[in-house]
């Protein structure tokens, strides 16, 4: 009988001297002290997915061109400072200057501008390399951000599901639903989508653990600094809370009718419930973690009066879902799956589910900007009856019986590597192929219009100071890139629209939309030079004719009023000059 067990250290007949690599572990054995770390098929397609994800997205996605440019103007201003501004610091803006400003994203903002300014830093001394060094060094850090995400989604779809399978199906669902939504775009509401995946690994557990109770709240501390979305995690936690309370109190009555009669005894048992306390706990202790933040208390009425300001409806995003776009097939394609599965699970849909899908369902419907949030709520609901159904007819994939093994893990480090040494930072960094920023930026970005008014600058002293019109989505680039001429470029918005006077953003729709009246109050602000996306308002374009009589496009009247406007641009960004009577 041979003997197989691993001798540290052997002399052998021929006089010399074996070590066993490994401190005597057998990598091949799958009751070796390391095979509680050995990946099974599911972990390796999931490596091989995100590590294929990060690179792609770091190789050929550019910056997205609203959101981001406003963000670092203000993130630069907090790092000049070393101090939070009190008021809206642009003199370019048209923003109401005395109102206090406040500070629901000024972690977010400040990192993202040092990120930048490290990724221009790195680059070569141009100005279009250091756009594409800030650029890639941006968007290799919302990848990342994004990867994190993911990995934590997948842990608590693991432990949701107790199936690694369907933790693959569930991250792989919520990255490409994300493709049709909102995946491409750099803001720090990402950070509060990373925490809105971390509440949601604490609830994966059937009891929550002592742990969450110190991390969930760590999570919000972060989360209210970043993003003032982080009333979406007290909703997940408070959904959580009622949907525990009532399913404990109908466990102990018999059900939910027989709790309804007997109230009192009901709430003694929801009460009495380890979980619904843990839940309530950690609710309680995560707004108080939110409160640390340079408003204090007064944050958490702000987040809630920002969605009330009047500038906000006007917004695309805050309006209900559009029809016929790629989030409203998203999102009516994710209900016709919850209908499916409410008619095949052999699982019946808990409190919980119920309070969470109505929720959010509805504030999607309501509000475009929700669906971010749905996305990983209809997955964290869904996934669980997909498992029970496939548990009832694919067992074996559910539970992927692959053996976990040493040669998985090897090959998953070795995806991940390879995949690695292909993305976007590694092409500068390893390869030295230095990014470009007109590539690293999407076609929309006003890169020609910047152009333009500087060489008026340049060349034609007495059109320094102008006037620029463009949509807030453009303006934020133009806050960003012009900052530096004297005397500044005057930009009547952008994106950040609750910091302008109600009649002011109002003046700024109307002429966005081609109300009549539109080249009167382009006047009264002596604009000179018009700036928008072509895409859009061809898009727009009919919608806006039949929305309202006097409506019409705003680009197609530029164009017929060739006495007063000269066309300098059309795609992908639109320019015209105001002509000047002598």
């Known amino acids: 009988m041979n003997d197989t067990s691993p001798v540290p250290e052997e002399a052998h007949d021929d006089g010399e001297e074996y070590i066993v690599v490994g401190a005597g572990i057998d990598f091949t054995d799958p009751n070796s002290p390391l095979a509680p770390y050995y990946l099974r098929v599911s972990h390796l397609l999931a490596a091989v997915f995100l590590a294929l994800f990060f690179a792609v997205f770091t190789l050929i996605i550019p910056i997205w061109h609203t959101d981001v440019w406003a963000h670092l103007r203000f993130g630069e201003e907090i790092v000049r400072q070393r101090g939070l501004p009190e008021h809206e610091p642009f003199p370019q803006s048209y923003a109401d200057h005395d109102a206090p400003y406040v500070h629901y994203q000024w972690l977010a903002q400040a990192g993202a501008y040092l990120v930048f300014d490290l990724g221009r830093s790195l680059a070569a001394p141009d100005a279009d390399h250091r756009l594409g060094g800030g650029a890639l060094a941006l968007c290799t850090t919302h990848a990342a951000i994004l990867v994190l995400r993911l990995i934590v989604l997948f842990v608590a779809f693991r432990r949701l599901t107790e199936?690694?399978?369907?933790?693959?199906?569930?991250?792989?669902?919520?990255?490409?639903?994300?493709?049709?939504?909102?995946?491409?775009?750099?803001?720090?509401?990402?950070?509060?989508?990373?925490?809105?995946?971390?509440?949601?690994?604490?609830?994966?557990?059937?009891?929550?653990?002592?742990?969450?109770l110190v991390a969930v709240p760590l999570v919000f501390l972060v989360w209210a600094n970043c993003h003032g979305s982080f009333p979406m995690g007290f909703v997940l936690l408070g959904a959580a809370l009622a949907g525990r309370m009532l399913e404990a109190a109908a466990d102990k009555a018999g059900g939910m009718l027989a709790a309804l009669r007997t109230p009192f005894a009901a709430l003694r048992a929801a009460?009495?419930?380890?979980?619904?306390r843990r839940l309530a706990a950690v609710l309680a202790l995560s707004v108080l973690a939110a409160c640390a933040n340079p408003h204090g208390p007064r944050l958490l009425y702000e987040s809630w009066a920002l969605s009330k300001n009047p500038n906000i409806p006007f917004m695309e995003e805050w309006k209900p879902i559009p029809i016929r776009s790629t989030v409203d097939f998203t999102f009516v394609a994710s209900v016709a799956l919850l209908a499916l599965l409410l008619r095949l699970s052999p699982a019946r849909f808990t409190p919980t589910q119920v309070i969470l899908l109505l929720g959010f369902g509805l504030q999607s419907v309501a509000h475009a900007r929700v669906v971010v949030w749905w996305v990983m709520v209809f997955a964290w609901v869904a996934l669980p009856h997909l498992a029970a159904v496939g548990r009832r007819s694919l067992p074996a994939w559910v539970a992927d019986t692959s053996v976990p093994s040493f040669r998985k893990t090897l090959l998953a480090a070795g995806f991940a590597v390879a995949l690695s040494l292909w993305s976007g930072p590694a092409l500068w960094w390893v390869h030295g192929v230095e990014p470009v920023g007109e590539k690293r930026v999407t076609p929309v970005t006003p890169l020609r219009a910047v152009e333009l008014i500087r060489k008026h600058y340049a060349d034609e002293p007495r059109r320094r100071g102008m006037v620029v019109f463009a949509s807030e989505t453009l303006g934020d680039y133009l806050l960003w890139d012009l900052q530096d001429l004297e005397p500044a470029v005057r930009i009547p918005c952008y994106t950040h629209v609750h910091l302008f006077p109600e009649e002011h953003w109002k003046k700024c729709v109307a002429v966005k939309s081609g109300e009549r009246g539109w080249q009167e109050q382009l006047r009264k602000w002596d604009v000179d030079l018009l700036v928008l996306e072509y895409d859009l308002y061809e898009q727009q374009k009919h919608v806006e004719e039949g929305a309202k009589p006097g409506y019409s496009n705003l680009i197609d009247q530029v164009r017929a009023a060739r006495d007063q406007w000269t066309v300098l641009e059309t795609k992908p960004v639109f320019v015209a000059e105001r002509l000047r009577r002598p």
């Not at 369907?166 to 939504?181: H, K």
């Not at 009460?271 to 619904?276: F, G, I, R």
Request: proline content about 5%; glycine content about 8%.
């Open 163 to 212: 199936s690694p399978a369907f933790a693959l199906l569930g991250m792989v669902l919520v990255a490409v639903m994300g493709v049709f939504v909102h995946l491409f775009i750099i803001r720090p509401q990402i950070i509060g989508e990373l925490g809105f995946a971390c509440v949601l690994l604490a609830l994966a557990r059937p009891l929550l653990s002592k742990r969450a």
């Open 271 to 276: 009460l009495a419930d380890a979980q619904a």
